[in-house]
């Protein structure tokens, strides 16, 4: 079952370079940002708000682009999103 599960995810990958592309520069931009400001916990807040929004919104465009977006990937990226949020804003107290 799991590597049924691998040979899907890399599928998936394989077939939606551009959309991975854009996850992985959106992610690194993240962490390039975030050990060059961390110390500034404002900034770090503002940053990891636009990150997540940023996830937020590319989980949607890759959904859509492949016809798979419902209601319950919306939310499944939203919490995400916010869980992800609430989690790395503790660390900056």
């Known amino acids: 079952?799991?590597?049924?599960?691998?040979?899907h995810m890399i599928k998936d990958v394989l077939?939606?370079?551009l959309d991975y592309s854009i996850?992985?520069?959106i992610s690194g931009t993240y962490l390039v940002m975030a050990y060059?400001?961390?110390?500034?916990?404002?900034?770090l807040f503002d940053l990891t708000l636009g990150f997540a929004l940023g996830y937020f919104l590319?989980?949607?465009?890759?959904?859509?682009?492949?016809h798979t977006l419902h209601i319950r990937i919306v939310l499944e990226y939203f919490l995400?999103?916010?869980l992800g949020l609430v989690i790395i804003s503790t660390?900056?107290?």
């Not at 060059?36 to 900034?43: A, E, G, V």
């Not at 590319?58 to 492949?66: A, E, K, Q, T």
């Open 1 to 7: 079952m799991q590597a049924k599960l691998d040979n």
């Open 15 to 17: 077939e939606n370079k």
């Open 23 to 25: 996850l992985a520069l």
């Open 36 to 43: 060059r400001f961390q110390t500034d916990y404002s900034y």
């Open 58 to 66: 590319w989980g949607i465009y890759h959904h859509l682009r492949n």
């Open 80 to 82: 995400v999103s916010a």
């Open 91 to 93: 660390l900056f107290v």
